[in-house]
């Protein structure tokens, strides 16, 4: 089993997990992803957009660890989303994995993400990232660390900058959406397309 003791700092500095996880590879099926765009969520109380604002639920029990597991779920019926879950065992934080550029498997992702344009489109966004790595709900509760799950996590073979580093607002959340937990490689061709969240304007009858 690899050991990654900066998975397992405190929940409140998910943040800096997720800067961290920036550079890092994470690979399964025959492809492997160098994520360039990562997003993170607290489990404390105080962060609305965490599916574990709440407390744990039957869907968010993952979130609360143990630290380096896999938090998968689906969107509109059909995408999945993976996140790596952080922090001290029972008490939940995850880092969503946004985008990233495909380094190994070029033509197995090709051929996963045939309505990809270009090659830095494979995996730029949460669900074509999935796609491309072939996961799915199956991959929940799974480590990425032990090697025993579809999915492992490598180390960056550079280390990304600090300073190129950039943070923002967070994308397709309803609450909390200006909380500048988003993190990616500022310039990287292969970070997602950003989209400000609109509030549904409620019609008068």
């Known amino acids: 089993m690899t050991d990654y003791p900066w998975l397992r700092r405190p929940a409140a500095q998910v943040d800096r997990a997720a800067r961290d996880l920036l550079g890092w590879r994470i690979g399964a099926h025959g492809v492997t992803v ?16 965490s599916h574990a ?21 689906q969107i509109y019926g059909m995408h999945f989303c993976a996140n790596v879950v952080c922090g ?13 550029e495909v380094v190994d498997g070029l ?14 489109d494979l995996a730029a966004g949460p669900a074509k ?12 509760g799974t480590s990425v660390v032990d090697g025993n799950g579809p999915a492992v996590l490598t180390p960056p073979a550079a280390e990304v900058r600090p300073g ?15 909380v500048p937990w988003r993190f990616w490689i500022d ?12 509030p549904r304007v409620r019609k008068v009858p």
């Open 34 to 49: 160098r994520l360039t765009e990562v997003e993170a969520y607290s489990g404390l109380g105080q962060d609305p957009a």
């Open 53 to 73: 604002h709440r407390g744990m639920t039957g869907r968010n029990e993952v979130m609360f660890g143990p630290a380096g597991t896999l938090y998968v779920y």
């Open 88 to 100: 001290e065992a029972g008490v939940a934080a995850a880092v969503l994995l946004r985008a990233g």
């Open 107 to 120: 033509e197995l992702a090709r051929s996963r993400r045939t309505a990809a344009r270009q090659d830095r």
């Open 129 to 140: 990232l999935m796609q491309v790595l072939a996961l799915d709900r199956a991959a929940n």
């Open 164 to 178: 190129s580093v950039t943070a923002g607002p967070r994308v397709g959340v309803t609450s909390a959406h200006d």
């Open 187 to 198: 310039g990287d061709p292969t970070v997602s397309a950003y989209r400000r969240h609109t």
